[in-house]
């Protein structure tokens, strides 16, 4: 399995408030993302990373920013949480054919 | 990015091989078929893709019609594991920066 890790697993919080997720990987790989997952929409891409510093919107960036100051490491900071960013996020991974992605196990956060 | 469709949900008996259809009839010419599956409550797992020939790995082989409008997905031996959404995903090697469109899959539930 790839080398990838989320952290925290799960967070609930409180709306308002910032929250970082973070995501590390150990494959080097230079193609990192971030999805989230809700019911009746399946998986849809944030934000994603072609290299360090190197960041671009995906389809659902509103409200999200992201960082990415280190191959392994891919941050994403929900700056002022809100409830409707309650959802399972994913980060994924992949090297030269962008395509396959390697994904995490998830982080489910909850925002009340 | 071509549409693919899929049947909502399947049921395989454990040890039989496992087909999944997907149809994409307005797949472009440089447009790949991958697959990945989503066990439940994991990340998704990359599992196949092609572009015109028949594809094999030790996950599954992959069959794609020789007008390349639709595919199908073999799980050669089904185990209860494989129970899973299973999505087809049609989209260029490299295109959109890896931003891929999930859609809803193929529930497949693996039955004893």
């Known amino acids: 399995d790839a080398g990838i890790t989320q952290s925290p697993r799960h967070k609930v919080t409180e709306t308002g408030t910032p929250v970082t997720l973070r995501c590390h990987q150990t494959e080097n790989h230079r193609y990192m993302y971030w999805y989230r997952q809700d019911p009746g929409h399946g998986l849809r891409l944030i934000h994603y990373?072609?290299?360090?510093?190197?960041?671009d919107k995906g389809e659902v960036s509103d409200g999200y920013s992201v960082s990415r100051s280190k191959t392994e490491d891919f941050l994403l900071t929900l700056e002022s949480a809100t409830s409707s960013q309650t959802s399972v996020y994913f980060c994924a991974i992949s090297g030269q054919t962008y395509n396959e992605q390697f994904f995490g196990p998830g982080t489910r956060l909850t925002v009340l | 990015d071509a549409k693919t469709t899929q049947p909502t949900s399947m049921d395989c008996a454990e040890g039989r091989a496992a087909n999944l259809p997907c149809n994409h009839s307005?797949?472009?010419?440089?447009?790949?078929v991958y697959w990945y599956r989503q066990i439940h409550s994991q990340g998704p797992q990359y599992i196949i893709h092609?572009?015109?020939n028949n594809e094999t790995n030790e996950m599954a082989s992959l069959i794609i019609t020789e007008d390349r409008k639709s595919s199908t997905l073999i799980l050669p031996h089904a185990t209860l594991r494989d129970t899973a959404v299973y999505y087809c995903i049609a989209e260029t090697y490299g295109g959109s920066q890896g931003n891929l469109i999930f859609g809803k899959g193929t529930k497949l539930s693996v039955k004893p």
């Open positions: 307005t797949i472009s010419g440089n447009e790949y």
């Open positions: 990373s072609y290299g360090v510093k190197d960041t």
């Open positions: 092609g572009l015109k």
